[in-house]
């Protein structure tokens, strides 16, 4: 082996490391700062739902979603609808909650876990209060989330049991 090629191959054995560790970093870096934008969806999302139950109006919840989103859960096989008409179902569902006497939700857990670099899952728990502070209910979900050029939206989910939630 050549003397050039000999001091190439020990800096780049020599250096590879440094090289590696620093796009490590970055990678984490960048992960950390997307499981943190997806947890901001989450507060977002549970936030603009809480201010619906106590009598505020729900704005721009479509903006969670991608254009197309899919739901299902075990009593209902999935579907997809487009996020506008979601946001009316959801009107629906949370006027459900208030009539049977649920005052707010909170995530007990959200748990993320990046599978690609626009591609996440998130496995979360609420519940679900009385006005007294009494726990109604809980509940699980299982979201499939995707970057879009802007941010992380939801592209589907399963509404579940609360035993149902996995630590990712």
Known sequence: MRLPNLLFLLLTLFLAPLFCSQASATGSAQQAEDEAAIKALFASYMN????YIQGKSLEHVEQLYMPQVMLMSSANPPVAMP???FSKQ???????????GVASVNWQQV?????????????????????NGEVFNKVGATYFLYKTDENWRIASFAVHEHTGVQTL
Request: charged share 30%; glycine share 6%.
């Open 90 to 100: 959801v009107v629906v569902f949370l006027d459900g909650l208030k009539s049977k």
């Open 83 to 85: 996020a506008k008409d």
């Open 48 to 51: 603009k739902y809480n201010g």
């Open 111 to 131: 748990n993320v876990r990046l599978i690609d670099t626009n591609i996440a899952i998130a496995t979360n728990l609420a519940v679900r209060y009385r006005d």
